[in-house]
């Protein structure tokens, strides 16, 4: 059913009229043209497409696009401001916390969600905060690294 959602996507008014019931995933992407979220699993396991909805962790290939209705989203493309990357984008190069690079948006956008929520976690609070989080290539420790680099490098959260 065609509706009209209008919601805030990476800090700008948005106003679209599309069937309700597409998922959030491919409305990004093919719609909006914001391929950083990635289609993974299809299936919620993944956590390659995570996003945030009102600073919440979502994971957008399972919720309808009628989910976001009046909503704040944040994708990774909005992380960035004015072409400055933000602190945990930084601390994944820094740590090369990414290899193929496809599960790293998913991951930042996790990160980004679990440091607004608990501004300097603990290794364990870490680990626990990502465990939805598959990387086929196992880089799992520089990850733990790059989140805690950025969690002190914005001091308690600051920068979210």
Not at 76 to 99: C, M, V
């Amino acid at each position: 059913m065609t509706e009209t959602i209008q919601f805030e996507l990476n800090g700008k008014p948005m106003e679209m009229s599309l069937d309700s019931e597409r998922t959030l995933l491919w409305v990004l992407r093919s719609d909006l043209g914001l391929t950083g979220t990635k289609y993974g699993c299809g299936a919620s396991h993944c956590g390659a497409c995570i996003i945030l909805v009102n600073m919440k962790t979502v994971r957008s290939c399972m919720y309808p696009v009628w989910y976001i209705k009046g909503k704040k989203v944040i994708t990774i493309e909005g992380l960035s401001k004015n072409g400055d990357l933000h602190p945990l984008q930084k601390a994944f190069i820094k740590h090369d916390a990414l290899q193929c690079g496809f599960c790293t948006p998913g991951m930042i956008m996790n990160a980004y969600g679990l440091l607004h929520h608990n501004p300097q976690p603990t290794v364990r609070e870490i680990i626990q905060g990502m465990d939805q989080n598959l990387c086929r290539c196992g880089s799992y420790n520089r990850i733990i690294d790059a989140i805690q680099t950025a969690a002190k490098e914005m001091k308690g959260g600051r920068q979210i």
